[in-house]
């Protein structure tokens, strides 16, 4: 019976090779870190989403290995059964705080919260305004809901004042933005976001994966950079990027939400409990980003230093507020080039070209991680410009 799907597959695998899409997977024989293993050497890594350089830090490894000794491996059955233990609760409180919102409620990835936030709270008499950029999750999550779909294009506030116009009649209008945008490194405005949505009588969500622990004087996301706090009804955001990195997610805001997830929520109903190792490193995790604001003070200086250099070098780059750095390249071929040429000189980085990132604007997309020291810095700004010069993008 395989067969005739097997020749089908054969020809979508083969189509996606052909139009240079196929993602091919470099294997790393170390920890994740600023400096990584990989094949015979070792490279600096510039495209991870570890921000705050939590990977392998030394006190989350062992506040996953206390909390497998003191609560286990596995817990073997969704929340409401008989999965939440202490650890849960006490994760779900510091990230509450963190966020200066009323509750949180822990899924096993962001995608999984972005995939859940919306069926249950929005109806057909609903409408849901979501940034044009937003993430797959969230795109994702409103196709499970019944509620109607509108579309605004990036950041752009005169439209999504179009749509808040065109959406009078709904019971209920939520807007719907990533707070970092991944392939630029712009920021939502969040404040003209609450202004609108007070204007017009909606709600405010917000994906932080890219923003919190980034964004702000101290890192706490969008809420801290605009001064929002108290006019964001929902937030989700993940574990896995700047918040240590492994995995799990959560939507946190008003008590009554998230009260209503815990009842309804379809990934957190059907699927398993986050494991104690991850929920035991998430709180020690918050623990060290409420004792000191140290390691995003070093992520800013150096998206700072790195952005400056890079500059002074005469790249293109996108302007931004986050750790996310785009170099414009903007030929989809010259993208890839310098990439591999890079790799050559022990920098890890990604181009990004048509479909990821609109036509003609192919990229380097660099992330900066407190876990970079001044040297890795300059190693990869050295790198960019021996390259540059190479591929004739730079004088001399
Ligand atoms: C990474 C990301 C997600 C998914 O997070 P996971 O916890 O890895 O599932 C969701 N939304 C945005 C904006 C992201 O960048």
Request: charged share 25%.
């Amino acid at each position: 019976m395989y067969g005739k799907i097997k020749t089908w597959l054969a020809d979508e695998l083969t189509a996606i090779e052909a139009a240079g899409l196929y993602k091919r997977e470099r294997i790393i024989a170390s920890p994740q870190r600023a400096s990584i293993a990989v094949g015979e050497g070792t490279v600096l890594n510039f495209c991870a989403n570890n921000y705050l350089g939590l990977s392998a830090h030394p006190r989350l490894v062992a506040a996953a290995k206390a909390a497998m000794d003191s609560h286990g491996f596995g817990m073997s059955s969704v929340r409401f059964i008989c999965g939440t233990q202490d650890l849960h609760k006490t994760l779900e409180e510091a990230i509450s705080k963190y966020f200066r919102t009323e509750d949180t409620i822990l899924y096993a990835a962001c995608f999984d919260a972005n995939g859940g936030v919306f069926e249950p709270l929005f109806g057909e008499n609903d409408a849901i305004i979501s940034d044009m950029l937003n993430h797959a999750s969230i795109i994702d999550g409103v196709r499970l809901s019944k509620a109607k779909r509108y579309r605004y294009e990036n950041a752009d506030m005169a439209a999504l004042e179009a749509c808040l116009r065109d959406t009078q009649g709904h019971r209920f209008r939520i807007i719907v933005t990533d707070g970092v945008f991944s392939m630029d490194g712009n920021v939502a405005p969040m404040n003209k976001i609450c202004e609108l949505a007070e204007r017009y009588d909606a709600l405010v969500m917000v994906d932080e994966c890219h923003s919190a622990g980034v964004v702000g004087k101290t890192g706490r996301g969008v809420s801290e950079l605009f001064d929002v706090y108290g006019r964001i009804d929902i937030y989700t955001g993940t574990l896995g990027k700047a918040f240590g990195g492994a995995i799990g997610g959560f939507t946190t805001g008003r008590r009554e939400i998230i009260e209503l997830l815990r009842q309804r929520s379809r990934p957190y109903l059907f699927s398993n409990s986050i494991p104690p190792a991850i929920v035991g490193a998430g709180i020690e995790m918050f623990r060290m980003l409420d004792e000191s604001d140290e390691l995003h003070a070093k992520l800013a200086d150096n998206v700072e230093y790195f952005r400056t250099q890079m500059l002074a070098a005469g790249f293109d780059i996108k302007p931004t507020q986050s750790a996310i750095c785009a170099v414009m390249l903007y030929d989809a071929k010259l993208s890839q080039l310098f990439a591999s040429r890079m790799l050559d000189e022990g920098i890890y980085v990604t181009g990004f070209y048509y479909p990821v990132v609109p036509k003609d604007q192919a990229r380097i997309r660099v992330q900066l991680s407190a876990g970079h020291e001044r040297e890795h810095l300059d190693k990869c700004v050295a790198a960019f410009i021996k390259v540059g010069r190479e591929l004739g993008l730079l004088d001399g």
